[in-house]
């Protein structure tokens, strides 16, 4: 049976970590302030642009009156942002396996030009039938209206959902749509603490995986 399958962005199909937090820290040193850590940059990503940059800020004392030039900053170099970015081993695989069979979409709250550039940097925008970002409708994730829109795009059959973060759990839960969670990505809780119907450590796994939430 044909379904509909909308993935998350950052830390499901693409490692784009290390360039967000160069990106990020390219800004900080205008600033005059100290680089985002690894960790820093990792805790910060989920909620999109505007609160990366607000959790920026604050994790370095900088004043909300800042908040508009440096989100202004970071848009302005996120589409090229891609230097370091990779997709996970197995995604391009496990996509044309899908795109074969179902409906593929984009949720993320990454903010949809950067995500329409990634997307055709790695040459995979025409394997989806709707992409959403951040920035594309009033509401973000955890709001499932975000998600809600991009399966309505796609339109009918089974949803599935494959996100790694907290906001996707909660996303998938508000929705009433099975997540298979990426344990590999950003993620801040514990698996335990987030619900889902699998959890997935390699994307060879997916395609199969996929099977089983259907049958
Ligand atoms: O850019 C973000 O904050 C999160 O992006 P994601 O929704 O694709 O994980
Ligand atoms: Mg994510």
Redesign the pocket.
Known sequence: MRARIVF?????LIDSLPD?RKLANGLLAQEGAEPLTMDEARGF?????P??IRRMREARGIPDSAQERLLNGYLAGYDDALGETRLYPGVREALEALAGRHALGV?????ISP?KAALAHFGIADLFGAVLG?DSLPVR?PDPGALRAVFERLGSGPEVYV???D??AETAAAAGVPLLLFTE??RKAPVEDLPHRATFDDWQALPGLVDEVLS
């Open positions: 998350d962005l950052d830390g499901t967000i990503v989920g909620d999109g642009a609160a990366f949720c993320t709250n990454k903010p995500t951040g994730k996100g790694d973060g906001v996707d990505g950003y």
